[in-house]
């Protein structure tokens, strides 16, 4: 697969986040990427759209980005439970290291993440090898 075909649905309640987080892949040149700001919308959302990769806050309310990805991992449809997750998050604590990454995620990004350490990251959930890209 090649990076600019990914289908991304982005979960993540700060609407300034969220929209720095879709312009960035949009830069990387990502043409398929979805939008929620909440879990209950990205769970109905994820049936349809089948994403290739959810970029997940995790300090989302009312229902937050781990139980999020719980959801994910023990729903009925295997396809469902495979997606790749990557975490994205201001918070870097232990605790909340330790509460993520167990879920089968495949990254974690402190917030705002930057252009190279996302592109790095949805290439390595994607396994996609290093390519060069024009809109860098």
Known sequence: MKLENAKILVVDDDPVISRFVVRTLERLGIKTVE?????NSAVHLMTTFLPDLII???HMKP???IEFVQRLRSHANPNLQRIP????SADSSRETLKSALPLGSVGYIVKPPRLEVLKTKIEQALHIEDQDFENW
């Open 85 to 88: 997750v990557i975490f994205i």
């Open 63 to 65: 229902i937050n980005g």
């Open 56 to 58: 997940t806050d995790i």
């Open 35 to 39: 939008l929620c700001h909440e879990v």
